[in-house]
Structure formats: structure tokens, C-alpha cells
């Protein structure tokens, strides 16, 4: 049985609907206009435990939506979803015993307490035994490199450092089902690095199913082999992130920094080229010309240096889009 199996699920908003000035308040008074926002539009996939799997898509895609209809605080308006056998609307307390959602940018440590004090009270919540919890708060401490600042009221912690405690917070009954909704955003590039690490352990220590969504394409390509990715409430693939980037990006990108000024003209023979500055020049190849192209490229012309590289991710998505 797959751990989450989810079919044609959709989440229309209803949005109050006001009409300029005080007339339009007056009327509202009276009688109230929605317009709809539907926000997922019948969007069906399942996922197997301990899968992680990248949930990506563009601002207002739909992703947050999913994640908490996952999670049980948004009511679907239709289709199902099913995690580990429940409906999680439902709100079965065994349920929320076994999942947990995180979102980078809320939060819900006591801003004037130390974390501790958070964790402690989600563990009485949770009715997680002394033993068990112990055990937890150390293997997830010394995950994250958080031991010493435990202690310390959460105002005066970094963000990194808030962002670490508000995980544990969020894992201190070891869910089975994890939905992390940007938990890097707004990092720095070490502490994400550090996240990601801890995300992987994570999921492979308890063997726990994770749906991972991220604008930071790096989260992404090191964590998961799956993605999802949604666009205006639909899916617009579904599938092993490599394969993505086969089928879809067919070219590679050659950069070369050269000795000498080159004339752009006598580049394009080799490619498309698709920056152009004087020493330096970035060219899109065919796949399977690559080899061929750069080492011409490097008889014929004045080479300093030269790269080659995959089309940025958020290029292929891009373009996943633009197909449709
Ligand atoms: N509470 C709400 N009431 C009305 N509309 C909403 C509400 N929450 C989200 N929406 C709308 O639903 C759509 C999907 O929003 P959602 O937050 O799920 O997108 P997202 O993929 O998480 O985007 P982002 O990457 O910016 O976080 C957007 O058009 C958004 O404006
Ligand atoms: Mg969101």
C-alpha cells in the first residue's frame, strides 16, 4: 500500500468578493458575492513510504494547498486523499500522531522561552514517553549541531539556528510522514546545506516519507530522485528528476573563456549561442554533439578554458510548462 494516495483532489477558495467604497460595503452587508479561487484542480499521485519526493512548482501553484490537505487542515473540496490508510480532514488523533507538517515561514516556537521549552511541551502533546523523547531530542541535537543553544531564549538565535529548532519542534514524535514546505527559505547557503543533510538522514534513519517542496532548485537535485511538479493546480510531471532532464533539456551548455577576442559570428557555426560577452561565451549544444563541437572548438579557436554543464533546472521546468 502506498503511503499517500491521493485522486482527482481539488481545493476551490471561496473569496470574499467587495465592491469599491462604501457603497459596495453597504451591499456586502447584505448579501456577500464569492468569487472562487480554485486553487488544485484534480491532481492525483501516490507515494510509497520512505519515497523522498520534490513537490516544485511557481508561486501560487498550489503546492501549500496540497500540503495542508495532506495534512488535515484544509477540507478538500473534492477527491480524495488517503495517508497511511486515513482521511486526514478527519483529524485522527493516531494520525497526527504520525505525520508532521513544517513550514519555513511560520513558526511555532515560544519567541521569549528557550526551545527546549517548546519541545517539551510537543512531546507532552504527542504523549511521547520520557525515554523515547530523550533519545529523539539527542539524535536530532547532534543531526543538527544544536546542542549548546537549546537553552537560550529563541529571540536571540539566528535564523538558521530558529529554523533548526523549529524542525525538532516539529519531530519530536518522529512522524512517519513528513511535508516540509520551504523549510530553507531564506537561509544561508551553509545552514541549507546542513538542512539538506539532516532532511536525508532523516528520512533514511526513520524511514520516513517526505514531500520536500522548494523554490532553491539545489534542495531539489540533492535530495530527491522523484519530483512532482505542479503548475496552476495541475500536474505537469510526475517522475524521476533525471529523466526530466534527459527527455526535456536535449541540450548541454559549453562556456569558453578565450585568450583572445573571438568575432560572435564565427561562433554560431558551433551552436546556439546564448551569451556573448568579449572573452567569454556560452553556447547550447545537442547532447550528442557535445564532444564533437568542444573539441573543435578548442583546435579552432583561442581557449583559455571551458565548461561544460546541464541546463539549469528551473530551465527545464520552465520549459515543462511551456509545452503544455
Ligand atoms: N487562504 C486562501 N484564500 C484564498 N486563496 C488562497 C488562499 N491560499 C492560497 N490561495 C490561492 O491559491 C493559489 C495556490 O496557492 P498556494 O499557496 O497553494 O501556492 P504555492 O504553490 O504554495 O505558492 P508559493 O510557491 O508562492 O508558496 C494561489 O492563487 C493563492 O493565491
Ligand atoms: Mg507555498
Redesign the pocket.
Known sequence: MAAIEVNSLSKT?K?HKKEEGLRGSVKALFKREYND?E?VKGVDFNIGQGELVGFI?P???????TLKMLSGLLVPTSGTAKVLGYTPHERDEEYLKQISLVMGQKNQLFWDLPAIETFSLNKDIYEVDEKSYREVLNNLTEMLDVGDILHQQVRKLSLGQRMKCELIASLVHTPKILFLDEPTIGLDVVVQKNLRKFIKDYNQKYNATIILTS?YMDDVKELCERVIIIDEGKLGYDGRLDELVRSYAQNKIITFVFDKEVDKADLTQYGKVTDFQQLKATIEVPRDQIKDVASRMLQELPVDDLDIAEIPIEEIIRQVFNHE
Open positions: 477558495y473569496v479561487v486553487a512548482g508561486n501560487g501553484a498550489g503546492k501549500t494547498t523554490h
